[in-house]
């Protein structure tokens, strides 16, 4: 039986059903915009709830560089105004104002002030994390790394000795680019990222500022991923990119809007952050571990060398890295792990071995310059290891397998291959030229 023509009482009821059926319909709809609605009054009315409990603790204020810096630079003041220190009664001048002779002080409003407040100026009232920070490569390693360690002098060489993780270090190749590019480009380049570990005029070290952005402090912002992203990103160490394709990653791009970024630090638990960030596994306190400044002191292996070894400490690191991972994972699983991950490493050293024995002839034959960075073959054995090797121990470490794979390991054998055939081609040319 089909509805066309049909008449009559059938019909009838058929026609009420269809009128009813569009009226259900339209109710649901309007049921389901009503529901939007209610829904997005919902969260905005969370929203103005968080942005309530954060009052501007400034507003009204009698500090008389507020008073006048309300007009001059309103969004510092605004900022600040929000942040926990300033609701701990932490004033502008805690961190700006200076002696008349302190290196660096600049004359202003009859006092003086720090234009680029040091980490001397933190320490006061945090020493432990200034000490952890100092103690780290994030300190003055990262500095020689660009300059060198022959300008360091007294305080600063001391400083940069007493780091154990400071010693296999200034690689030469690395800092020869610094000086072949000259200040005009470094300045926008290496320095960008390296100036963490920059001595200022006082004499103190490094740039908190570079992870706690003025004038906020906020704990959100200095543990989400994107805060390290500024240095830990690109061809020779793609933290971050790897870190995207994670499931660790994946998880805080899905869910990380929803994860408690405010948490007191010391006193996070999976249920504040239920997957593993940067800051996490490097820094934040989490369930067992402290919170840390030092971000070697869960380290094991020396990742970034040619050559990968174990550090100095990586016993009682590693228990402390671990014991990160075991609030989410057991133990097991990160034994099963760990060993994988060390067997990817020694397979990567394997190759860079190999680039230097395949290097070993030319360099017995003299056919190499001895400048850095002047010849093509220069710029292949270098990628090979600083760019590919490392990339594939990153992705290993950090669970990227495009990364350990293609952007990694399958450069590292292209470009082995590459280096063979152009030793091969030289040290046949030579022997031509000989003969
Ligand atoms: C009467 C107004 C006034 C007062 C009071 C004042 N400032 Fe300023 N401040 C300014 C102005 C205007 C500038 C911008 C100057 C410029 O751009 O050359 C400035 C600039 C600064 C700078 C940047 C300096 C630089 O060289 O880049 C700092 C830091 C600063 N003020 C901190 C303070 C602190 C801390 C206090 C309180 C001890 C304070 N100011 C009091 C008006 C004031
Ligand atoms: C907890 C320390 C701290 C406090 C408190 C603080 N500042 Fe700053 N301020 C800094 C740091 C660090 C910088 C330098 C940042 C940089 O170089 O990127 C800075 C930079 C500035 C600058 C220079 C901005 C520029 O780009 O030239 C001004 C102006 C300033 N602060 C004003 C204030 C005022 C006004 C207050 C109080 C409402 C205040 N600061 C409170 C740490 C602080
Ligand atoms: C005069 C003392 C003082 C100085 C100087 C100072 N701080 Fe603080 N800072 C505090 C206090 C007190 C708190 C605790 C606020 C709270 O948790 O209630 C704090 C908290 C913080 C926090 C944690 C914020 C949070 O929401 O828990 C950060 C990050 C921070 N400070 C960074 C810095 C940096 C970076 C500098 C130097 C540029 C600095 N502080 C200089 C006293 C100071
Ligand atoms: C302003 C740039 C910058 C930012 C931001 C930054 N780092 Fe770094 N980081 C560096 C540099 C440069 C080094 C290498 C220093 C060296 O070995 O010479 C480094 C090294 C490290 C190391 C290796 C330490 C070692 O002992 O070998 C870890 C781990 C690390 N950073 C984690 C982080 C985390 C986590 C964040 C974010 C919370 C972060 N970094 C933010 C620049 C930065
Ligand atoms: C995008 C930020 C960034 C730039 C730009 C950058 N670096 Fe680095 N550099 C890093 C980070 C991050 C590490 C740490 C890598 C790791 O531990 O995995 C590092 C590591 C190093 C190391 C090895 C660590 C050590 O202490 O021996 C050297 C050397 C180095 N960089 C020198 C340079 C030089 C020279 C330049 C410029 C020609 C430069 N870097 C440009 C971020 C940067
Ligand atoms: C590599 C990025 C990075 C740098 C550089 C950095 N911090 Fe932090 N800081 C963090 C992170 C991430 C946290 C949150 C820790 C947590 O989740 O437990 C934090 C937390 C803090 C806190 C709150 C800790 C607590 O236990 O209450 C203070 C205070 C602080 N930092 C001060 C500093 C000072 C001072 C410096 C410079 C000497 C500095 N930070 C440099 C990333 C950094
Ligand atoms: C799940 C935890 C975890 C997360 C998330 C994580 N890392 Fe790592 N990271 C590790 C482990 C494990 C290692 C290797 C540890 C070892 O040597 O024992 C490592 C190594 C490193 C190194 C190499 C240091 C060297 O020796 O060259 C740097 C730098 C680093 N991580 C930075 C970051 C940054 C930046 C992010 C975020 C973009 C990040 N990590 C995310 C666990 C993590
Ligand atoms: C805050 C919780 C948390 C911490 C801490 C954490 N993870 Fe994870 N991890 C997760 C979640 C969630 C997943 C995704 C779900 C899954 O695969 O079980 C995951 C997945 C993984 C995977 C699976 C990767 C894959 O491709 O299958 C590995 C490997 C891993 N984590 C290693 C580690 C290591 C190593 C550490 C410590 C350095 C660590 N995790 C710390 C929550 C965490």
Same mark, same amino acid.
């Given at each position: 039986? +089909?509805?066309?023509?049909?008449t009559g009482h059938d019909? =009838? #009821?058929?026609? !009420? !059903?269809?009128?009813?059926?569009?009226?259900?319909?339209?109710? =649901?709809?309007?049921l389901?915009? &009503?529901?939007?609605?209610?829904?997005?009054l919902a969260t905005s009315d969370r929203d103005l709830a968080a942005e309530e409990e954060r009052e501007n603790v400034l507003a009204g204020s009698d500090n008389v560089c507020v008073g006048c810096h309300a007009n001059t630079t309103p969004g510092i003041v605004d900022q600040y105004g929000h942040s926990t220190m300033a609701a701990a009664n932490v004033s502008c001048q805690d961190c700006h104002e200076v002696a008349a002779d302190h290196p660096g002080a600049v004359a202003h409003e009859d006092t003086w002030v720090l234009a680029d407040p040091t980490t001397a100026m933190c320490e006061r009232c945090h020493p432990a994390e200034t000490?952890?920070?100092?103690? +780290?490569? $994030?300190?003055?390693? =990262?500095? #020689? /790394?660009?300059?060198?360690? *022959? !300008? &360091?002098?007294?305080?600063l060489l001391a400083m940069y000795d007493s780091i154990p993780e400071a010693a296999p270090n200034p690689n030469e190749e690395r800092n020869a680019l610094y000086a072949l590019e000259g200040p005009a480009v470094t300045r926008f380049a290496c320095e960008g990222c390296h100036n963490i570990g920059r001595p200022a005029p006082d004499g103190s070290v490094g740039e908190c500022q570079q992870c706690h952005l003025r004038h906020e402090f906020s704990l959100e912002q200095a543990r989400k991923p994107e805060t390290c992203n500024a240095c830990h990103i690109g061809p020779d160490h793609p933290q971050w990119e790897i870190y995207q394709e994670s499931p $660790?990653?994946?998880?805080?791009?899905?869910?990380g809007y929803r994860w408690n970024w405010e948490v007191e630090p010391g006193r996070a638990t999976v249920m504040d952050i239920p997957a593993a960030t940067c800051a996490l596994c490097h820094v934040s306190g989490f369930g067992g571990t402290g919170t840390t400044h030092d971000v070697g002191e869960r380290l094991t292996w020396y990742l970034f060398t040619p050559v990968s070894e174990m550090r100095p400490n990586a016993d009682d690191n590693r228990v402390r890295m671990q014991t990160v991972c075991l609030e989410c994972h057991n133990q097991g699983f990160i034994d099963a792990f760990y060993s994988d991950a060390a067997a990817a490493t020694l397979a990567v050293n394997e190759w860079v071995l190999e680039s230097r024995e395949i290097m070993q002839p030319l360099a017995e034959a003299g056919l190499l310059t001895p400048e850095p960075f002047d010849d093509p073959i220069d710029y292949v054995f270098f990628e090979l290891w600083h760019h590919w090797g490392r990339t594939a121990k990153f992705g290993a470490w950090?669970?990227?397998?495009?990364?350990?794979? !293609?952007?990694? /390991?399958? *450069?590292?054998? +292209?470009?082995? =291959? *590459? &280096?063979? *055939?152009? #030793? #091969?081609?030289?040290?046949?040319?030579?022997? &031509?030229?000989?003969?």
């Open positions: 039986m +089909s509805d066309f023509g049909v019909g =009838a #009821v058929r026609r !009420w !059903w269809s009128v009813g059926r569009l009226a259900i319909l339209g109710f =649901a709809g309007v389901m915009v &009503l529901g939007v609605v209610l829904i997005i000490r952890q920070y100092l103690a +780290s490569r $994030h300190g003055i390693p =990262a500095y #020689v /790394a660009m300059v060198g360690k *022959e !300008w &360091l002098s007294g305080d $660790h990653g994946i998880a805080y791009a899905t869910g950090m669970q990227g397998p495009d990364y350990t794979q !293609w952007h990694g /390991a399958y *450069e590292v054998l +292209s470009d082995l =291959a *590459e &280096l063979r *055939e152009m #030793v #091969v081609e030289r040290l046949d040319a030579a022997e &031509l030229t000989g003969g």
